[in-house]
């Protein structure tokens, strides 16, 4: 390969990690700044199906848009608690204690109307299991509040462990 050539190739390198490198700058602060983050307004929240093996639970919490524009939906819930009927018909507060699948709370999604987003939940139901009402939680980024019907036995220590965010 003769000096001529060699230059070129490096002038098309150069160029091309230039290039490369501004187009990654800014796509993500374009699509950071015209989709909104999701707000438990925004959305349908439901427990999805429920499969079981030796004392394990696994299921998604299934997230949706409501109406007609997407919203970023980030893998960061905080204060989960389960509802559960109290005596005369009152609601217990019950928290959830929470693991967390590594590196989960980065992810996020972007949820289009017909689109719905997954978070895998996996817990146990040892000893005496409970029924909760529903599951409540905090959206991150000031995103209120959502809450999803739950339909399934928890283990006593009320505990989810939260796995990936998919669509």
């Known amino acids: 390969m003769n000096d001529k050539t060699r230059r070129r190739m490096r002038t098309a390198i150069v160029a091309g990690v230039i290039t490369g490198g501004s187009i990654a700058a800014t796509v993500p ?3 950071a700044t015209t989709t909104p983050t999701c707000k438990g307004t925004d959305l349908t929240v439901s427990l999805g199906r429920v499969d079981s093996g030796a004392g394990q639970r696994y299921a ?8 007609k524009k997407s919203c970023v939906l ?9 509802l559960t009927s109290g005596p005369e018909g009152g609601a217990q507060s019950v928290p959830v204690t929470v693991t967390r699948a590594s590196g989960s709370t980065k992810e ?10 997954h978070l895998d939940l996996h817990w146990s139901i040892v000893d005496t299991p409970t029924v909760p009402d529903s599951l409540t939680f905090s959206l991150p980024n000031s995103g209120g509040l959502g809450a999803a019907p ?18």
Do not use: E, I, Q, Y
Not at 74 to 82: I, V
């Open 29 to 31: 602060a374009v699509a």
């Open 60 to 67: 998604t919490l299934d997230f949706a848009t409501l109406g």
């Open 74 to 82: 980030r893998n960061d819930l905080t204060g989960l608690t389960f």
């Open 108 to 117: 996020s999604l972007v949820l289009k109307p017909g689109v719905v987003g």
């Open 150 to 167: 739950w339909h399934a036995a928890v283990g006593p220590d009320h505990h989810l462990d939260l796995g990936h965010l998919h669509s």
